[in-house]
């Protein structure tokens, strides 16, 4: 081809290809290559793709054919009934190695790691009604090692360390939403050692020392708000031994002693919701036990209690209240009040008008024993309450009853009242009761003593008051 020349039809050395001496116009070689490549196309077609080479099928072999034992690698085991029971790696016709279980179902019990037919090792899943209860380490067929349990039934998730199937040593479980519900140290399953419990809402419930899944020695139960509740001993999940139970409204100890199965008995301190000292001594349910004191002194009364007693009066009857207890401890020992702005000593038998009398500064406390326990508006902690609904007696109103109507705040019937001291309340009855009038009473015994229940009716308290006192030996 001659070289072009000059620029004529436009176009410039730009446009053409020098191969040797010859020049060859770009556009045109270009356009009888695509010709070339069509015509190629219309005679031979598109080249076919090179199959990719078949996989080899997995051999399968029934449970009891003789050749299985020589196999080793991957294979399929099928039951009579022509069923993929384990597809996975033998050796010698042993499962070993990597391998699925399924049952006669069809569905898939177990897929991880397998020595000579039992589930050994890690990477394990374990599967019950198609569903996934397992995932972690395996040996001699059950959980061993570190791993995560599914319970379905109870929907909750446990993971930490497995021994024989059970969590042993640090772990924790789940609620099925997440939650977490229990943590610390198990054996068998069930919280051993230091730990605690939540509620679903994930409040701390529980902390402390377990003993099969239980509060044993130390620990805390809070409320499922989560404001502590008590602190102290346990036994087997119960208040057992020395321990402090709050005010779970207020945030404060209420009471605290020896608890005996769950019930504050016997040494106790109570508190007041201000955090004051109340009372130190025999205790019940959170109560002073007031029949401790029967047969004791008053100066052994006050030394249990911390607040001043309110003293009622009638005749040759006395009782010292504690209105925040509920209690009054009455006697028949001469008592002797006095009156600093009256010109001489008034006796009690001997009423004056005087608005200050006190009880006599030389009275000798222990002296004054306490015959009869009283509580009015609730039982008497820890004495026997009765049995029937039918009334074992009646008796006339006495003071008894007028003493427990004004600490109710009660109107009286046939008796004045009038406070004749900072803590002196006089009684005196306006006539004497007519046999119309009288009370139904109930009398029980127990442990020796005789308690003598009095309801009323038609009140907001149905149990008027309940005495005990020493029951009289023939």
Known sequence: MDKPQGNQTGLGPKDYWHIGPVYVHKQLALLALAGLSAAV????????????????????FRYDDPELAEQSGMVQVLDGQDRVRYLGEVAAGAYTGRGKVFNEAGELLYDGPLAE???????????????LV??????????????????????????????????????????AGGTLLREGSFSC????????????EGVLLREGTFSAGLLHGEGRAYTASGRLLYEGQFWRGVYHGQGTIYDTLLNVRSAEGT???GTLTGQGTIYHPSGQLLYTGQVYEQRPRADAFLGLSLAEVEEAFTTHWTLYSFEGTTAFVYPYFSLMFLTESPIRLVSPGAPEETDLEEPGLYEDEIL????????????????YGQPL?????????????????????????????????????????????????????ESGQAVDEFRTEG??????TVYQNQKDTPLWYQTAQWKEVP
């Not at 037919?117 to 569903?131: I, L, S």
């Open 41 to 60: 196309l219309l005679i031979f077609g598109l080249p076919s793709p090179v199959p990719a080479p078949e996989a080899a099928p997995i051999p399968a």
């Open 117 to 131: 037919g039992v589930y050994e090792g890690g990477d394990a899943k374990v599967y019950r009604g198609g569903t």
């Open 134 to 175: 397992y995932t972690g380490e395996m040996a001699a067929n059950l959980y061993e090692g570190q791993g995560r349990r599914i319970d379905p039934a109870a929907g909750t998730v446990s993971e930490g360390q497995f021994s024989k199937g059970f969590l042993e040593g640090q772990g924790r479980e789940f609620y």
């Open 189 to 200: 399953g069930l919280l051993e050692g230091e730990g605690a419990e939540y509620s679903p």
């Open 259 to 261: 608890f005996v199965y």
């Open 360 to 375: 006599a500064p030389d009275t000798d406390k222990r002296a004054v024993l306490i015959t009869q326990a009283l509580s």
């Open 381 to 433: 902690p820890c004495v026997a309450q009765p049995e029937t609904d039918i009334a074992s007696g009646r008796h006339a109103p006495g003071c008894r009853e007028w003493f427990s109507a004004f600490a109710l705040g009660d109107s009286l019937e046939g008796v004045g009242v009038r406070q004749s001291g900072p803590f002196i309340w006089r009684f005196t009855p306006w006539f004497q009761t």
């Open 447 to 452: 442990a020796g003593l005789e308690t003598m």
